[in-house]
């Protein structure tokens, strides 16, 4: 099993830009999740999806879209990237409500 | 709104020597993670913590939970350098499927 995978790794924009981030996980996982941790931070959720069918927003959802495609798979659009969404973004996922959480590899984006 | 405290921030100590970190929150939950990150990396789940007076304990690390007190510690006997981490704790608030983070305790283990 890979567990949570993201793509891309590394991503560069420029300000303005769009552009989606993927996550699958191949767990069965019912429940997936976004999250972005800054320099010297704890992560902070963005958007959650506890369901196929169903999204929430996190502590930080501004400038942010996602779509859960699929049971597998989680995306996360930034429509027009601004300097402050320069961070890594971490995809999760979880068996179910409260259920302990798997995180990707993470997803360094820079906006320049 | 729920708030996670954790310090030290930076820890810096000696092989062989004792330590704990601390993770306060400010409103009752009854489960609490404890997370470790290498540089450039992922986390990776150490400890689940499901009830008031839980221990978990692997290796040179325990975990304990005090609900009524709203504190973890993460204790670690005689560090080794491979401990060499940021270690972050996430309390469950119970509603939807939020975690919330502490802001992470960077430990150096010197030789």
């Known amino acids: 099993n890979a567990g949570v995978t993201q793509t891309p790794k590394f991503q560069v924009l420029k300000t303005g830009q769009s552009m989606t981030l993927q996550c699958a996980q191949d767990m069965n996982h019912n429940s997936m999740y976004w999250y972005r941790q800054d320099p010297g931070m704890g992560l902070r959720l963005i958007y959650y999806s506890a369901s196929e069918g169903t999204t929430d927003k996190g502590e930080v959802p501004n400038g942010y879209n996602v779509s859960r495609l699929n049971k597998r798979e989680f995306s996360l659009r930034l429509e027009s990237a601004a300097p402050s969404q320069t961070s890594v973004y971490f995809c999760?996922?979880?068996?179910?409500?409260?259920?302990?959480?798997?995180f990707g590899p993470g997803t360094r984006l820079t906006v320049t | 709104e729920l708030k996670v405290e954790q310090n030290p921030l930076f820890l810096s100590m000696q092989e062989g020597k004792n330590y704990t970190i601390y993770c306060n929150y400010s409103t009752t939950s009854d489960r609490l993670y404890w997370y470790r990150q290498d540089p450039g990396k992922s986390l990776e789940s150490l400890f689940v913590?499901?009830?008031?007076?839980a221990v978990k304990q692997e290796g040179r690390l325990m975990a304990s939970l005090d609900t009524k007190a709203r504190l973890s510690t993460l204790h670690i006997t005689a560090a080794v350098h491979d401990l060499s981490a940021t270690y972050f704790c996430a309390v469950d608030k119970g509603a939807g499927n939020m975690l919330t983070f502490g802001g992470g305790t960077r430990l150096m283990v010197k030789p």
């Open positions: 913590l499901l009830s008031n007076g």
């Open positions: 999760a996922s979880s068996l179910g409500h409260r259920r302990e959480q798997y």
